[in-house]
């Protein structure tokens, strides 16, 4: 493991919850044609996407339409839920996990047009990032003085979601009708971490009181509040305030 790799882990993580991942092995060119694969899935008509439709927490998969999810930090479903109907999330997205789950299968499109090829490149996207994965928690296990191959049996088998998100245009008037329409709300991520690829948006920390750029060509890696326990609170959770 590269000792600088490990030096930026244990400097970076603690105060910010977040740390930019440069010069790893998903090159520019293949980031850009998943970015390119994910607009033209979009682009496709609500009733086909909605075909597509995301169905059980414990598939997590398939396509979840404008306004069908709100991320909070509320643990309660009925007050999740009122919250929703009030303010939704302005966005939508389509899951994507590992293939071969029985009773949880990919809801892939029809692969006709402009999308051929969109399986193959979402799943090399997936085994790429699954492996991507492996690499951060070795490092971070470095960083911990424990074995570097620590965590390989709770991430070789790659039960990862590949989450494709898009924000579509609206007016910004419905930001000033409710000042409590977001984008995405505030939240924190599930599992182990998040590698977040990205345009040009920025990054809010409530500690810095300030916007943190998207850097070209970097990855984000964020951490996630609920296994604070496993790196005996050494690493500081990124908290993911609202996006607008």
Known sequence: MEAAAVDSEGLVIPT???????????????????????????????????????????????????????????????????LRDAVP??????????????GHPNHWPEETGELVGFKETMMEFHTKCKELHMEVMRAIAVGLGID?????????????????????????????????????????DYGSITLLFQDSSYFCNPNFKSYIAAIPGTYVNEKDLKYEGINSGQYLVQRLTATY
Not at 56 to 78: C, H, M, Q, V, W
Not at 89 to 102: A, H, N, Q, T
């Open 89 to 102: 999330d302005l966005k939508e997205s389509f899951e994507i996990g590992r293939e071969g789950v029985e």
């Open 148 to 188: 570097e191959f620590w965590f390989d049996d709770f991430t070789d088998e790659g039960d990862n979601t590949l989450r494709l998100l898009h924000y579509p245009e609206v007016n910004k008037d419905v930001f000033k009708v409710n000042p409590g329409q977001v984008r995405a709300g505030a939240h924190s």
């Open 16 to 82: 910010a919850g977040f740390i930019y991942l440069k010069g790893l092995p998903i090159t520019a060119q293949f980031r850009k044609h998943v970015f390119e694969t994910s607009v033209k899935y979009f682009k496709l008509p609500t009733e086909t996407k909605m075909s597509h439709g995301w169905t059980t927490p414990e598939a997590n998969r398939g396509y979840s339409a404008l306004g069908r999810e709100k991320t909070t930090k509320l643990a309660d479903i009925e007050e999740v839920k009122k």
